[in-house]
């Protein structure tokens, strides 16, 4: 009897504890998968994508599918608004091909441009074109183009991204007419040496050539050496008058 009291008087506690609310647990947050691919293969990870989203699903030479259906030659897309887009090379593209962004609201925070096969630098003119938008500007390969449009959009980001198709290479005016393509361009600043602009470096690089800045006196003198030794160099040279 007194050991059945005794179980009696401890039931209230063990009831009260029981009713305790059981400690909580937060659902761990997963790493997104996006994130441990390298963006060369960030195409066609994400499924189950809501209609109205655009994805970039393939890409090939002149084309891309989004959401399904293929698309030849260069596009334009706005957030979820996918259009034709004019340019055909990387020269093509100017602040009038872009003139639709001084219109689009709200304004994408990044443009992405894809410059087709090679990435290409933006002369100064279209840069300050896209900063005085308001939007900040990245230029890239266009397969890494569609991939990194892919992931902003999908994370909900204002973004935007102008894409020639992959198979272009550079424009028609440094592919087909100079045959071979010079080892070296020495430039001839006049009188004074003078820094060339990040954009001219990496233009001249996107060619292949070496760029060497020098006075046009010794950029004369170097292309007769270089000339006559049977190298394939060019030089383009201003006047030795010219002072800055």
Not at 13 to 33: C, D
Not at 139 to 153: E, G, H, K, P, Q
């Amino acid at each position: 009897m007194a050991t059945r009291l005794k179980s009696m008087a401890t039931l209230p506690k063990l009831i009260q504890t029981m009713r305790k609310e059981a400690p909580k647990h937060s659902n761990p947050v997963l790493p997104s998968l996006r994130r441990a691919f390298s963006l060369y293969d960030q195409i066609n990870l994400i499924d189950n994508v809501p209609e109205d989203q655009l994805r970039f699903q393939e890409f090939n030479e002149t084309s891309f599918t989004v959401n399904g259906v293929k698309y030849e030659g260069s596009l334009l897309c706005v957030g979820n608004l996918l259009m034709s887009w004019s340019p055909r090379q990387f020269s093509d593209i100017t602040p009038d091909s872009l003139s639709i962004f001084q219109t689009v609201r709200p304004i994408p925070e990044l443009l992405i441009v894809g410059c087709g096969r090679n990435i290409h630098p933006v002369t100064p003119e279209l840069r300050q074109f896209v900063k005085s938008i308001g939007m900040k500007l990245e230029t890239v390969d266009s397969r890494n183009a569609a991939s990194t449009y892919n992931i902003l959009n999908e994370e909900g980001r204002v973004v935007a991204a102008a894409l020639l198709p992959y198979g272009v290479q550079r424009d028609e005016f440094h592919t087909k007419t100079v045959r071979p393509i010079p080892e070296l361009l020495i430039v001839g600043c006049g009188r004074n040496i003078h820094p060339v602009t990040p954009e001219v470096r990496q233009f001249v690089k996107s060619i292949d050539m070496k760029l060497e800045t020098v006075d046009s006196r010794n950029a004369a003198s170097t292309y007769n050496i270089l000339n006559e030794e049977g190298r394939v160099v060019a030089a383009a040279l201003l006047p030795y008058g010219v002072a800055s």
